[in-house]
């Protein structure tokens, strides 16, 4: 629809653009909306955000993954209308930004030995200097925040398969009714907790959708 297309971009781009500005992100690259609000992804007590609350001189200097890796893929979907709409500037504008947000992903937030995606503290000048780990030195974001780059469409071959094993192997990500918010295994898992070591529809949808963009059909139908 030519004349939707045509109405929405505009006000796409100008949300985008506010929620991706300088004030929200760091040298690194990484997009942190903490100025705005405490919660990230509509997860309240979601484990390294509850600890981020509590420490919020660390909070202003650390990034979750699921701001960056939305934002990745928002600007994908708007340089595709900018394309369709001839917007040669806008679409520049865009390259530039998947670039900078997924090397920001690749070169800092991702965690080999866990092989989920973390939340990554930053100097003063906004440099990365390393993973947000639990007092125990778990990783801390052994959980649906730390898989959201599959959303953004940005991950290696290896980094997708090590994903989607600890999204459908029981125990870790998948439980009995879908996609637990945090792996089981983590040790600040909670079975009564509200975000933490429960199923949310939202995030199912999500999930759902990104084996299809995958090519995953019997995964997706697992989901659903």
Known sequence: DESLVSEIYPR?????SYMTCPEFRMTSGFVTTWRL?????????????????????????TTPVISTAYYLRCAKILRMLAAHLG?????????NDIKVMT??????????????FSYVIHDESGKAIDILR?????????GLDGVTPLVAGITTNKQEDSLLKHIFTK????????ISAIDQRAPYYRIDGYWNGTVWMPHQMIMWKTMLDL??????????
């Open 12 to 16: 796409l781009k100008r949300f985008y």
């Open 87 to 95: 917007l040669g500037r806008d679409v520049k504008s865009y390259d």
């Open 215 to 224: 090519g995953l059909a019997s995964r997706a139908r697992q989901i659903a």
């Open 171 to 178: 125990g870790e990500l998948w439980s009995d009714c879908g």
């Open 37 to 61: 609000f405490y919660n990230s992804g509509g997860w309240d007590d979601y484990a390294p955000q509850v600890y981020l609350r509590a420490h919020k001189d660390q909070r202003a200097l």
């Open 134 to 142: 639990s007092e125990d030195g778990t990783n801390f974001n052994m």
């Open 103 to 116: 090397k920001a992903l690749q070169n800092y937030s991702w965690d080999e030995s866990t092989g989920y």
